[in-house]
């Protein structure tokens, strides 16, 4: 029996160390909060995608009364890109979140089902997507890679031999 560990790098900043472009970024997922239809859990979600071409894609959580239907912001932005932007890669995601209930205190962190969307969007364009976690207090976590958020991540390596 042997324990390993896995090191998973971040960066913690303020909004206003980002660089201009990245902070436009962010400025975009409060628009898209803004939009979310979250009549049922009241939390806003705004995932910005930054697409090689220099396009932002904006996408907003979209809940159903059949709650299982709904879906987040990330993947809501993630599938628009996807089918509009089909061979252009995915530079960043910045994703914001706002509680119509409560004081968000910390930054929002995509659900696994999100994860697992952007790992396979990332291994698909062999290019590593840059995460950027805002905080309503405006602090920002930075990942470089959708692989520091989603170790040991299935993938389409494990399912076959090409
Ligand atoms: N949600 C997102 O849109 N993204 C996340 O990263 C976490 C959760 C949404 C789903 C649901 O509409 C609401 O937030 C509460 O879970």
Known sequence: MKEEKIELTFTRAKLEELIQSEQDLIANTQHALSNA????????????????NGEIINGSNQENAAYPS??????????YAGAKYPEVAIKTIAISAKSKTFEIDDVVSPCGACRQVMAEYQQKQGQDIRLLLHSPNDEVLIANSVTDLLPFMFNSEKLRKF
């Open 70 to 79: 709904g879906l987040c912001a990330e993947r809501v932005a993630l599938f």
């Open 37 to 52: 239809y979250a009549p049922y859990s009241g939390f806003l979600v705004g995932a910005s995608v930054l697409l090689e």
